[in-house]
């Protein structure tokens, strides 16, 4: 996640004004949006899930290849 255009009072602000269910997750070999960067976000929305991690070999398209655990996640943030 980048921090352009976030809005009035910053990215960190934004993220704490949404109140939907929120899922952040990261690939674990993502060099574009390493997992780091995702940790803020995921302990800064405040109805957000813990942090979930996409296993996978393909780095930043792990995300698009990784159909089956893409989709558990959503499914779960779906039905819960």
């Given amino acids: 996640m980048n921090a352009h ?3 009035r009072g910053g990215l ?3 993220l ?3 109140t939907a269910p929120t899922l952040v997750a990261g ?4 060099r574009l949006y390493p997992l780091a960067q995702q940790r803020e976000p995921a302990a800064l929305i405040p109805f957000a ?3 979930r991690i996409i ?5 930043h398209d792990g995300f ?3 159909t089956a655990q893409v989709a558990a ?3 779960t943030l779906l039905t819960d």
């Avoid at 690939?27 to 993502?30: G, M, R």
């Avoid at 296993?55 to 780095?59: A, I, N, R, V």
């Fill in 5 to 7: 255009d976030a809005g």
């Fill in 55 to 59: 296993e996978s070999p393909y780095g």
């Fill in 64 to 66: 698009l290849i990784e």
């Fill in 49 to 51: 899930d813990r942090l």
């Fill in 12 to 14: 960190w602000a934004a």
């Fill in 73 to 75: 996640l959503v499914r």
């Fill in 27 to 30: 690939v674990d070999s993502d």
């Fill in 16 to 18: 704490g004004r949404i």
